[in-house]
């Protein structure tokens, strides 16, 4: 079963679609108890993160499943106006994105380089962190295969990156700590960031 599409963006308006979307979606696919709560859960991390972009960042939101496995959607297409985006991070008070803190900030970050940059990211074969940990894709996960879409990043190679090196390096462990922590960490099965035909995709798979 396959959810509505919606457009969201850093729209107070078009969150509150994609909630009600979502809520429709897990009442008429039949999902209860924890499953249901599980998926509410990463949708409202994934429509937060939307939110929280800079500039006028628009996506389209969704959610399907195959097989028990569900996933849920955020596709936008890599059209960003890098000047309006300079000029808005100058106008923080520190002159950053002060979103970018916790895994799905970073995450958001990563997103949106990846938007900023895509040209670069679809020449993207192989690049590592700082905690040696692969951003671009040794094997394809099977959601990006359906998509026909090149992975760039992933949760669950991640945490293995920083399960190996979280003993012998301070940010490896500080990054462990902060997987700890996060809800779509604790409850999705992946996440995974990929690119093609000028859009940029990520997708949250709870099997």
């Known amino acids: 079963m396959k959810s509505d599409i919606i457009t ?15 809520g429709q979606y897990i009442y008429q696919s039949g999902i209860d108890g924890k499953k249901a709560t599980h998926i509410n859960l990463l949708a409202e991390e994934v429509l937060c993160m939307a939110r929280a972009m800079v500039g006028d960042f628009s996506a389209r939101f969704w959610i399907e499943d195959e097989g028990g496995e569900y996933r849920i959607h955020l596709d ?3 059209e960003v106006d890098k000047q309006k985006k300079k000029e808005l991070l100058a106008m923080s008070k520190s002159g ?11 995450i958001a970050g990563f997103f949106s380089d990846c938007m900023d940059n895509y040209d670069e990211a679809m020449a993207l074969s192989s690049a590592a962190d700082n905690y040696g940990y692969s951003f671009a ?6 959601s990006m295969v359906t998509l026909g879409a090149a992975e760039l990043w992933s949760l669950s190679r991640y ?36 690119v093609k035909d000028n859009h940029v995709t990520l997708i949250v798979v709870k099997k």
């Open 137 to 142: 894709a040794g094997v394809p996960s099977s």
């Open 159 to 194: 945490r293995s990156g920083v399960d190996r090196e979280k003993e012998d390096k301070e940010e490896a462990k500080e990054a462990w700590d902060e997987l700890e922590k996060s809800v779509v960490a604790n409850i999705a099965d992946d996440v995974i960031v990929g």
């Open 76 to 78: 936008a297409v890599a």
């Open 8 to 22: 969201v963006g850093n729209d107070e308006r078009l969150i509150e679609n994609a909630l009600d979307m979502c």
């Open 96 to 106: 950053k994105n002060i979103a970018n803190r916790g895994l799905m900030a970073k």
